[in-house]
């Protein structure tokens, strides 16, 4: 049996700001990815930028180094004053070397069979893992393979000791298997995205057409940075403000290039070290499907890698740059803004946010926006508020006393999760919670 302080299940972004940091403090630490990547939304999501939070932020030493590492390859830029634009490919190289250099180890394409545990403790994990009866560490440490079997098919199942587990897998997919109890989720589900890329864009010609169209410079901004045009812009079907290409997307929809669904959001946004490429933070899947079903997640991304090709056609035949555009990546991975929740120590509340209340124990501080997505025409929810934090005992399970949970899965309820979800918050989930295990250890 190998032995770990920590075992982190999932490697996206607040399970690689968690193991980096107990890795820094000297725990002995493990990934367990059902991917081949490390990353999540960032890589295999292609979501960029990771927005800004706030001013007074905590627990930043992970994106700190992020940034620093994606420096060195030529990954990351500063775009409209803000640090979090990056490459999402030479990002799944920057996240392997962070957790060489931190001594973490990682398993790949590997997942939870079940968990051992007495009373509200878990004590081991039988972990399955495919490819080889050996399995290796980035350190290219083999672990321990006693109470250990080999299928006839290679894969392995190994025992692993842990004295903290940390869910960071997104839809709480290790909860769930260990009985968990979940907040209420409303049948209402907010919708899923897939993102894309396309290259082979004259980003000069579409930054100056842009500017031409559009003098809401909340909306579309065009920069020069080291000799690259970067731009931003975007379009929704709500009306509660003026939106400059609102008028092509009608007439796309009118001459059936686009369909209903196509013209419900669109956004796009250029990319640290990928000249003449836009990434699309678009189409959003207006279907009520619920993320924690894998029927339902299979017909989004179905209809969602249709809608990329339509947006793609509508595209280059409506705007002035992408004649000689392409599809260069979609990703791998549906975007889901909400989907199980834990219920934790602490039920964090939209009334706890917006009165700004003070914990003993915070893991973050912000000030991102209550962004709650609707399916529905002029029902979103984008409302600013004021600085908040979230406390520690949010992200302990009511269950076990040593399972945590970090990212989108955190004990709140619908409408403060839509604020704490975002990238850089779940940095700091993952760190604050690094910082407590190493504290209590």
Known sequence: MKNYDVVIIGGGTAGCSCAYNCGKMGLKTIIIEKNGCLGGTMTSGLVVPVMKTGNNLINIDFYTDLISEMQKLGAQITYQDNPGWFNPELLKIVL????????????????????????????????????????????????????????????????????????????????????????????????????????????????????????????????????????????????????????????????NELKKGDVNYFQVFTLAGMPNSLAFNCPRIVKNLNPNSSKDVSVALIEARQAILRIYDFCKKRFPGFENAFISNISDQIGIRASNRIKG?????????????????????????????????????????????????????????????????VSADELSQGALRVQANCFAMGEGVAKYIKKHI
């Open 96 to 255: 392997d070397k962070m957790m060489i250099d931190a001594n973490v180890d990682i398993l790949f394409n590997a997942d939870i069979d079940k968990a051992n545990f007495s009373k509200n403790k878990i004590l081991s994990l039988q972990v399955h893992a495919g490819y080889s009866s050996k399995i290796l560490s980035v350190n290219t440490e083999t672990i321990d393979t006693n109470n250990t079997f080999t299928h006839k098919d290679d894969i392995l199942s190994v025992c692993i000791d842990a004295k903290y587990v940390v869910d960071s897998t997104g839809n709480l997919e290790f909860s769930k298997k260990i009985n968990c109890e979940f907040l209420e989720n409303s049948d209402e589900f907010q919708p899923m995205s897939l993102r894309f890329i396309m290259g082979g864009i004259d980003l000069k010609s579409f930054g100056q057409w842009l500017l031409s169209v559009d003098n809401n410079r909340e909306v579309t901004t065009v920069e020069e940075i080291d000799g690259q045009v970067h731009l931003s812009t975007a379009y929704t079907w709500d009306t509660d403000k003026h939106w400059a290409l609102a008028n092509y997307f009608e007439e796309g929809f009118k001459n």
């Open 345 to 409: 120590k602490y039920i964090y509340t939209i009334s706890d946010l917006k009165e700004g209340k003070k914990f003993k124990n915070p893991v973050l501080i912000s000030n991102y926006p209550v962004d709650v997505h609707s399916r529905h025409k002029n029902s979103s929810t984008l409302e600013l508020c004021g600085e908040y934090q979230l406390p520690i005992e949010s992200l302990m399970s009511a269950d076990f006393d040593n399972l945590f949970v970090a990212g989108r899965g």
